[in-house]
């Protein structure tokens, strides 16, 4: 089992930065990427950024190309996501995702952190 702990959400001014945090801990060993998806009410849950752990090779959604970066301390097993130029649209409920090897899937999911953008 994996468990992920989010932090770093919060409430801030269009325009401004937040830097998102994810820890896993436990089995560890197996993870093949980490990422970011987010969801507001009443909608689907969104891919917002994905790394795989090995060579670190990134992807984003296109609404925040150039304005988020994803990146991963292996030695600290440890994800986060630098959001800069923020927007009242990237407001949402944001979800730590891992996936282990050999599954096609995000495996396991964090609790989620708030993050509000007010304008």
């Known amino acids: 089992q994996v468990q992920l702990v989010e932090s770093g959400g919060g409430l801030v001014q269009a325009g401004g930065s937040l830097r998102l945090s994810c820890a896993a801990s436990?089995?560890?060993?197996?993870?093949?990427?980490m990422g970011w998806f987010r969801q507001t009410p009443g909608k689907e849950r969104e891919f917002v950024a994905a790394?795989?752990?090995?060579?670190?090779?990134?992807s984003y959604v296109d609404s925040v190309k150039g304005r988020f970066t994803i990146s991963r301390d292996k030695a600290k097993n440890t994800a986060y996501l630098q959001m800069n130029s923020l927007k009242p649209e990237d407001t949402a409920v944001y979800y730590c995702?891992?996936?282990?090897?050999?599954?096609?899937?995000?495996?396991?999911w964090g609790q989620g952190t708030q993050v509000t953008v007010s304008s």
């Open positions: 995702v891992l996936q282990t090897i050999g599954t096609m899937k995000y495996d396991y």
């Open positions: 436990g089995r560890t060993f197996s993870t093949n990427a």
């Open positions: 790394i795989t752990w090995s060579f670190g090779r990134t």
